[in-house]
């Protein structure tokens, strides 16, 4: 009988956050949710924040863990499953307009400077809007 806490049996993290470190980093994915929502416990206005869900067909992504930046890229794997949180209304209102299954481009390409002191700068994520994916046929991470 196998030991069931050998690490061979774990069950990995399949579930990531996509965050964007440095200029240049990108995510490709079918969308596979975009109705789930959360408050943001972090701002002092308690907005609600959307999550979108991607099974992902690639990227590059310098993840951010409290608060710092990895110096090394995270490579996206095909097939795993991400999620993309954001309260910001231009990106809500851009993805949005992604139909599940359609494939989405996001990516970070500058950052602007804030003319709020003590405000941090703004990351500007440019969505693009693919195709839609044949082979999509409504799953999402509930059903692995």
Same mark, same amino acid.
């Given at each position: ?39 943001? =416990?972090? +701002? !002092?206005?308690?907005?609600?924040? *959307?999550?979108?869900?991607?099974? $992902? ?5 310098? %993840? ?42 996001? =990516?970070? +390409? !500058?950052?602007?400077?804030?003319? *709020?002191?003590?405000?941090?700068? $703004? ?5 693009? %809007? ?15």
């Amino acid at each position: 009988m196998d030991d069931l806490f050998d690490e061979k049996n774990e069950v990995k993290n399949s579930y990531n956050n996509i965050k964007f470190g440095k200029e240049g980093d990108w995510f490709r994915g079918v969308l596979t949710e975009n109705t789930r929502q959360m408050e943001n =416990k972090l +701002s !002092e206005k308690r907005e609600m924040q *959307t999550i979108f869900e991607f099974k $992902a067909q690639g990227g590059s992504l310098h %993840l951010i863990n409290d608060r710092v930046v990895d110096e090394e890229a995270t490579e996206v794997q095909p097939g795993e499953y991400w999620s993309f949180i954001t309260g910001k209304q231009a990106l809500l209102n851009q993805l949005k307009k992604a139909k599940l299954g359609q494939v989405v481009g996001l =990516k970070f +390409s !500058e950052t602007v400077k804030s003319k *709020t002191k003590g405000f941090g700068d $703004a990351k500007i994520i440019k969505v693009y %809007l693919g195709e839609m994916d044949p082979e999509y046929q409504g799953e999402t991470s509930q059903d692995q």
